[in-house]
């Protein structure tokens, strides 16, 4: 497989993780965490579930990788179907994390391209490098769909 293909299999798995999000009450944002081509975690916005401000899609993958490593350097891929925030993409490099796929861009928040440039500032400790745009298509109708859904019953 080539790396796009490969992108797009983990993105499709960040994609279901968005769905069950969704289907718990949390917006729909799913991330998973693989590391020489093995899947180590997933993770999904949780911030309803939990009744916790941090509970961010990318937090919990982390979380759960970490576990599985023994240890908080996360050194893999992580695949996102929205751009990182600020608290998200700063973890990102805090893990040292390898590399960033993610979906959808976020022009309100997102702190990797849209707002800020955390995780590409050469003068952090750490630099990730990123790919955005992977099954943006899909994410996003997710993310619209979502909010419709919280507008017609007078939400949000």
């Known amino acids: 497989m080539n790396e796009e293909a490969d992108d797009e299999r983990w993105m499709a798995l960040a994609l279901e ?23 180590l975690a997933r993770g999904r916005n949780r911030r309803e579930a939990d009744g916790d401000p941090t509970a ?5 993958a982390l979380r759960r990788a970490a576990q ?5 350097r996360v050194e893999g891929n992580l695949y996102v179907t929205l751009e990182p925030c600020a608290m998200c ?11 960033l796929v993610y979906g959808a861009v976020d022009p309100k928040a997102g702190a990797v391209d849209s707002r800020y440039g955390i ?13 955005s745009g992977m ?3 899909q994410a996003v109708e997710r993310l ?11 939400e949000k």
């Open 56 to 60: 961010h899609a990318e937090i919990d």
């Open 144 to 154: 619209q769909s979502f909010f419709r859904k919280l507008r017609a019953q007078g």
């Open 135 to 137: 099954l943006a298509d």
């Open 68 to 72: 599985v490593l023994g240890h908080w």
């Open 17 to 39: 993780e968005a769905d069950l999000a969704a289907a718990a009450g949390d917006v729909p944002v799913g991330a998973v965490i693989v590391q020489g081509g093995v899947l």
């Open 89 to 99: 993409a700063g973890a990102l490099v805090n893990a040292r994390v390898a590399r």
């Open 119 to 131: 995780g590409r500032d050469t003068s952090l400790n750490h630099t990730v490098h990123v790919t």
